[in-house]
C-alpha cells in the first residue's frame, strides 16, 4: 500500500472507539487506513474465490480422479 499519497477524507466514527483510540494513543487514521486495506483484501480475496469456485472444483475433480499429475516424479 502506497503511503505517499494521503487524502484527507470525513469519517464518522463511534465516539467511543475514538476516544478509546486517543486515550491509547492511537493514530486514528492509520488505524482507519489499515483497517479499510483489511477490507480490501478479504473482499478481493472473497471475490476471488467466488468467481474461481468452479474452476477449483473442477481441479479438485480431476486430482481426486486421476492424482497429481506429476506424483510419480516426487521424491518424498
Given amino acids: 500500500m502506497s ?4 487524502k484527507p ?31 480490501i483484501r478479504a473482499e478481493r480475496e472473497r471475490r476471488w474465490r467466488e468467481e474461481n469456485a468452479e474452476a477449483v472444483r473442477q481441479s479438485n475433480d480431476y486430482v481426486e480422479k486421476h492424482g497429481l499429475p506429476l506424483a510419480p516424479h516426487r521424491q518424498f
Fill in 9 to 39: 477524507t470525513n469519517l464518522s466514527l463511534d465516539e467511543d472507539l475514538v476516544s478509546a483510540a486517543r486515550a491509547l494513543n492511537v493514530n486514528v487514521s492509520r488505524a482507519a487506513e489499515e483497517g479499510i486495506a483489511r477490507a
Fill in 3 to 6: 503511503r505517499s499519497t494521503r
